[in-house]
Structure formats: C-alpha cells, structure tokens
C-alpha cells in the first residue's frame, strides 16, 4: 500500500465520504447498490475543486463536524491518489443501511469498501475501506472441513504472501484446545539476512493497550482504582483541568475521552530518541482542548492510554514498566515481552521494513544504486524509541499464546474483569460479511462472520503489524505478527474466513 499523509497508517482505515457528486445522476435513498457506485464515479472524477462543496451537501452533519474540512478533502485526494481508477468488482454484502463491495484498483489492488448510509436522510454516515483484502478466487476459498485442513490451508496461504514478498514473520493458531499450526517466513534483517523464527520479537504497536488495560482492571480488582473515578482522583497534578475534572476512567478506556494522539506534528519532525520515556510524549498533547464532551462517541485515542500509565505508577509506586513485567508477563511467563530501547543490542528483535513514508523525498535524492535495493526501507527513524501503555512494545507469537492463556484461565485477573474489558462498551458495528465489531476497554471485540465471539487487538505502524485474536468459545486464538506493513491481518482474517465448525 502506498502511504496516506497522516501521522499513523492503519492496515484497515475507515473515512468519511459521500454519496454522489452534483453533476452525477441523482441517487435512489433506498437503493444501496446505487449508493456504492456513485462513490466510485466520485472517486474516478478526480476534480479537486468539487470536494468541498460535495462533501457538505453530502455529508451526514455531525460527520462534517467531526473533522477539519481540509481533513475531509485530504482523504478524498488520497484515495484518488493511492488507488487510481477504481471499478467495482461485486457486491459481498447488502441492506438497508449498508453495502459491501470488492473494488479492483488501478494499482492491481483489491479493497472492500462497505459504505453506511442513514436510512431516514440518505446521506453517508461513513466508509470502512479496508485495502488488506484478497482477490475474488481467495476471499471465496472453502471453509476448512476440520483442523488438519484448517492448517493446510493458512501455511499455504501464508507461503503465498511470503512469495510476493508481502509477509515476513510468524504465526501461531490454536482451536479446540490444540495448537493447530505455527509458521516463520522472511527475515528480521535484510542487512544481514538473519531470517525470523518463532521466537523472534516483533513489534506490538496499540496491541500494548491490552496490557494497559488488564493492569487497570488488577487495580480495580484490588479495591484501589473504580472505573467511573475521574482522572483528577489520582493525578491531581495533571496539567489539563478538562481531563482532571471531565474524564474518567471508564471514558479513557473505551476511547471516548474526547482526547487525542502522541503523533503530532511536532513528534513526526523531532529527533525520537527525545520520547524514550512515555512521560515525554504527556508535553505533546496535554494542552490540547477535549475534541468532544467525554462519552458522546468513540474516537480512537493514544493519549488517553498514556494517561493510564501514569495513573497505575501513581496507585502502585512502581514505574509503569516495572509493574507490567511483575504482574501481567512475569505470571503470564513471557519472557520475550518487554518495551525495549532500540538503541540497546536486543537479542532476535526484528526490524521493521516500510514502503511507507512520512514525507516523499524528491527524486534527486536517492542515487541509482540505492533505487536497485528495492523499494523496503527500515522504520527505525520513524517510531518510538521505546513503547509504553499505548503501544510500541515488542513480543513474540509465542508470548501472545502465552498472554491468552493467562488472561482466560484467571491467571491475571478474573472473570468478571475479564468481562467487563470485552464487552463492547459502545454499539457495535455491523461488517459487510456479517460479522460484528466494536470496541471495550483496551481490547476489541465482536463476532466472525461465522458467529464465532473474539476479542483482541491489533497494531499497526510503518513496517509494523501483530494480531491477536483469542476465541473463549473455542478455547483458541490466533495470533500473527510481521515486521512488514499490513502482513500480519490477512493471515489472521484468511484464518478466521476457513475456520472450521466445531465438531
């Protein structure tokens, strides 16, 4: 995928957008189908000039609200640019109020864009535009009879990947109590060609928000800390009276705070090894006004788990840190999690490899032998120095089985934490392939299109992307991790897309 200019690339990315342009033909409000395809005659227009007035005739309001018209017309220009001409493909899914289509790029990509639409005004309430999906022929793969050809058929669909150069890492899979199958391809350095095995650590990026948000709930569980405390409570000293005084646990948790994100501007043009303790990054957002009263909707928030950090080293008089490795890996018993300092010779710690970039450098500045090394570049000038509660740390696949295991026994906490941390705090969503999706404290959480409950996290960044999936009523999980943009979620949807019905 070729980058958008944000600060962070999610492998799966929702937008804004629109339902025709106003020179195109009029849409029919109750015709879905209808909708979609004059979102893609939108898209392959191309004229910049006709965003704005489009997006705020065709807007549903408090989308127009939501974000800065520039940001607004700033995807419009990004898809336009990434994508090219797009022609669609088929319809996955439809109703009333939604459809789903598989939509062929100009790039030879394929995306699933499943398009939102408010029945009573027919205008756009959103796009989910995922652009990790799979052509037509293996979207539409058999289901898996039992384990045996569950296994076969995610090795052979990984090896597939690996061979066009667009997975390098590893996965591990189990289902009905068995560990089903594991895999390693690719390599951890290209400098050296030190290839990645099983116990090769991978960044976790967000998936670290699991761990915050388990440590919160132990404090819960100890009487020490209430879901519905405000901020102030325990960090009195906290520089912004807004989340002092309007913000509570509860909203940080569940992403509805009304805060914002570490990745600001003056994070992207700084020297990183500035921000090797996360207290550093608080200085880049703690001044920022609330975007919206906390509770009124969900809006995804790195600084709201920073702020969690600080309250569990002020609950437990322990660096944020220390108490991670004493009471969530320490009993979980991995040994190969941590938040390192990449500047520290780390054992088996992959690197990340990105075709993505913050900014394009002009043509001029590569020479010609730099251009015959291909198009992967290492992400190390790009991301943190070292992770912290909102992501950033590193695992292995081992590790991640080894933190599903502790979580759903009763290892780390109990069941009626574990609960309250995977029920969807807002109303979820439904997929264009019927599933479910939404969003509890620190963990995701829904249903495959299968019906099958999971919960769990994912992390991505330039040359990052982990998944983890766990399945407590198949006693399984499926985790993959990759040192690659966007090569970890199509192992783990391709999985979940095959799985087998339980015996």
């Known amino acids: ?16 957008v629109f339902a025709s342009l106003a020179n195109a033909r009029p849409i029919a409000q109750s015709d879905p189908e209808d909708i979609l395809r004059s979102w893609v005659e939108v898209i392959n227009a191309g004229d910049a000039t006709q965003y704005e007035p489009f997006i705020r005739e065709h807007f549903a309001p408090r989308l127009i609200e939501a974000y ?14 990434d994508y090219g001409t797009l022609t669609l493909h088929s319809i996955r899914t439809q109703t009333d109020d939604r459809i789903a289509g598989l939509i062929h790029t100009e790039q030879d990509q394929w995306l699933l864009v499943t398009l939102y639409v408010d029945p009573e005004s027919g205008k756009l309430r959103g796009v989910g535009l995922d ?35 667009q997975f390098s890492g590893t996965l591990l899979m189990q289902l009905d109590g068995q560990e089903v199958t594991q895999g390693v391809w690719g390599e951890a350095s290209k400098r050296y060609h030190v290839p990645n095995n099983l116990d090769t650590k991978f960044n976790l990026g967000s998936m670290n928000k699991m761990f915050t948000a388990v440590c919160i709930a132990q404090l819960v569980q100890a009487g020490k800390l209430s879901y519905e405390d405000l901020v ?39 020297a990183k090894d500035r921000y090797r303790d996360f207290h550093t990054y608080v200085d880049l957002f703690a001044d920022t006004e609330l975007a919206f009263e906390p509770g009124e909707r969900f809006s995804y ?5 920073f702020v969690m ?22 009993p979980a018993g991995m040994t190969n999690t941590d938040c390192y300092d990449l500047d520290l010779p780390v054992p088996n710690l992959a690197t990340g490899y990105t075709q993505q970039q913050f900014d394009e450098p002009e043509r001029e500045d590569h020479a010609d032998w730099m251009d015959a090394l291909g198009s992967w570049r290492a992400n190390t000038l790009m991301h943190s120095v070292k992770g912290g509660p ?10 991640l089985g080894l933190f599903a295991k502790a979580l759903t026994d009763g290892t780390l906490i109990n ?15 439904p997929g264009g392939d019927g599933s479910t999706r939404g969003y509890g404290y620190g963990f995701g959480c829904g249903t495959l299109a299968n019906g099958t409950a999971y919960f769990g996290h994912s992390g991505g960044f330039p040359g990052i992307n982990s998944v983890l999936h766990i399945y407590p009523e198949r006693n399984g999980f499926a985790t993959a991790m990759s040192n690659y943009d966007g090569g970890a979620s199509p192992i783990v949807s391709h999985a979940e897309r095959v799985m087998p019905e339980q015996k």
């Open 68 to 81: 800065p018209m520039s940001d607004h017309v700033g995807m419009f220009e990004e898809i336009r640019s």
């Open 415 to 429: 069941a009626k934490q574990l609960k309250i941390l995977t029920t969807p705090s807002m109303p979820v969503e």
């Open 131 to 165: 652009d990790g999906v799979d052509s037509p022929d293996v979207m539409d793969a058999p289901k898996a009879t039992d384990l045996d050809s569950w296994s076969q058929s995610i090795q052979a669909y990984a090896s597939g990947r690996a061979e066009k150069d």
């Open 301 to 305: 928030s790195n600084a709201g788990f």
């Open 232 to 270: 102030g409570k325990h960090l009195p000293d906290y520089p912004n009276s807004e989340v002092r005084e309007k913000v509570t646990i509860h909203h940080l948790l569940s992403h509805t705070s009304g805060m914002g994100s570490h990745f600001t501007p003056e994070f992207i043009e700084s």
């Open 1 to 16: 995928m070729r980058h958008i200019n944000t600060p962070i690339m999610l492998f799966t990315f929702c937008v804004l």
């Open 309 to 330: 950090g600080l309250i569990i080293e002020a609950l437990s008089d322990e660096t944020y840190y220390e108490y991670v490795r004493t009471n969530l890996t320490g």
């Open 390 to 399: 909102a992501g950033g740390g590193y695992s292995t696949v081992r590790d």
